[in-house]
């Protein structure tokens, strides 16, 4: 098993930053795939971004050029550096780790962020 634990959500005005942070422990090798889904109230879970552990990363089209991921797989840690914040960013955001081998995706329970206007 996987646990994932994040860090890092608040409450920022538009423009600000934020940075999230997510650690993985128990049975974390080849962990494949890490990063950042978003859930806002109402709607649906998406892609934010991720990163392979070859340090490979990918966003979604309303975060590219906003927001910055990066892996320290020495650590088992993935972050999410947020900057110029929209109040549209305001969700929950969850860590996902992938085992691709395995096909098997692991979740953390969850920050919130919350940018006003």
């Known amino acids: 098993q996987v646990q994932l634990v994040e860090v890092g959500g608040g409450v920022v005005q538009a423009g600000g930053s934020l940075r999230l942070s997510c650690a993985a422990s128990?049975?974390?090798?080849?962990?494949?795939?890490m990063g950042w889904y978003r859930q806002a109230p109402g709607k649906q879970r998406e892609f934010v971004a991720t990163i392979t552990s070859g340090g490979n990363p990918l966003y979604a089209d309303s975060v590219k050029g906003r927001f910055t991921i990066s892996r320290e797989n020495a650590k088992n840690t993935v972050s999410l550096q947020m900057n110029s914040l929209k109040p549209e960013d305001t969700a929950v955001y969850y860590c996902?780790?992938?085992?691709?081998?395995?096909?098997?995706?692991?979740w953390g329970q969850g920050t919130q962020v919350t940018v006003s206007s």
């Open positions: 128990g049975t974390i090798s080849n962990l494949n795939v």
């Open positions: 996902y780790a992938r085992r691709i081998t395995q096909n098997v995706s692991y």
